[in-house]
């Protein structure tokens, strides 16, 4: 395996919520009367099924409690080995699966401050997304406005499956504010599931709902570059997160040649779609769908035309590869220093 340098960026950890009950500190008292009356006592979703080894690697699960919930095993498993200068804690719980937008945004607010004061204030390397309600554009723009006074918040968080193509214009908003903000927008995998996770309707297994998050990526990257996006928005950074990467090469050549076609349709898409992806596109590393092979992975990245395009990340505490051999095979020096220092660094302004 290639080998980890110091002081890099890990641009996807899980820190989990252990309970409900734990964003009750962080509700107003109206919403904590809501919780305890309604007898709500967790968010839980089928992305990660709680006994499924892509959950957690077994040395990182803990005998008890939700893999990912404790700060200490963080700090031991990933924080100190992989001796990280910074790591992005993206939570992912079911906040975003809520319809009422109120009941949405009191929770993705109580989400934040507890990932502030519970994560963020008890180490100095750890940095948050902004987890906003997708239900009401107003709403998560006010939530962006308010944590980004917190400079330790470097990224807004949204689900690849949602309600909408996330090009649309009516959530056109979101992005304005986060570039105003130098905020990359962080698409993760996952669903709030208000509709089908695959184009054609329900699966019946997990599996199905797994492999599909990479169809949703390629739909939403293309409705965020024909509906102009980075035409309205250029500075805008988004990040694929859990996206996989093997996929990106194809995609662009098929989504390059149908653009050239009928380019006429989208006349606000005055670069190809490959340029547009190079300038405002970054993917995570892991999960890393290649195959193991060195000389695959060298034409891999020779397909992609650009060595700015991947963020390095352990996706902590989730199964996705072996201990401290989070770099695929076959990485030079020089390609390895980028994924890990110099692309999250160029990605993330505010990391500082």
Known sequence: MASLIAGGVDCDVHPAVPHLTSLLPYLNDYWRDQVTTRGMVDLVSQSYPKNSPIVARPDWRPENGKPGESLE?????????????????????????????????????????????????????L????????QSVEKAVAEIERCAQ??????????????????????????????????PVGIHAGSAYHNPPTAVGWGSYHIEDYVGQAQAFQTQLTSLIVEGVFAKYPR?????????????SPFLWRLHKF??????????????????VRSNIRF??????????EATLIRLFEHMQSDELVLFSTDYPHWQFDGLDALPQGLSPDLVRKIMIDNPHATYPRLT
């Open 236 to 248: 805008l950074k988004m990040v694929m997160l859990e996206s996989g990467v093997s996929w990106i």
């Open 284 to 293: 995570s590393l892991q999960p890393f769908d290649a195959p193991p092979d």
């Open 127 to 134: 940095r948050g997304s902004i987890v906003i309600p997708t």
């Open 73 to 125: 095993d963080m700090q031991r498993h990933v924080l100190d080995p992989f001796r990280l200068t910074y790591a992005i804690c993206n939570p992912l719980y079911g906040v975003q699966m809520v319809f009422s937008e109120d009941l949405q945004a009191a929770f993705c607010r109580a989400l934040n401050e507890w990932l502030a004061k519970e994560w963020l204030d008890r180490d100095s390397r």
């Open 150 to 183: 917190d400079k330790r918040f470097v990224q807004v968080l949204m689900l690849v499956m949602g309600d909408t193509p996330l090009g649309k214009r009516a959530l056109w908003p979101i992005y304005e504010a986060a570039e105003r903000h130098d905020l």
């Open 259 to 276: 653009w050239r076609g009928v380019r006429m349709e989208t006349p606000w898409v005055d670069r190809a779609p490959l340029e547009i």
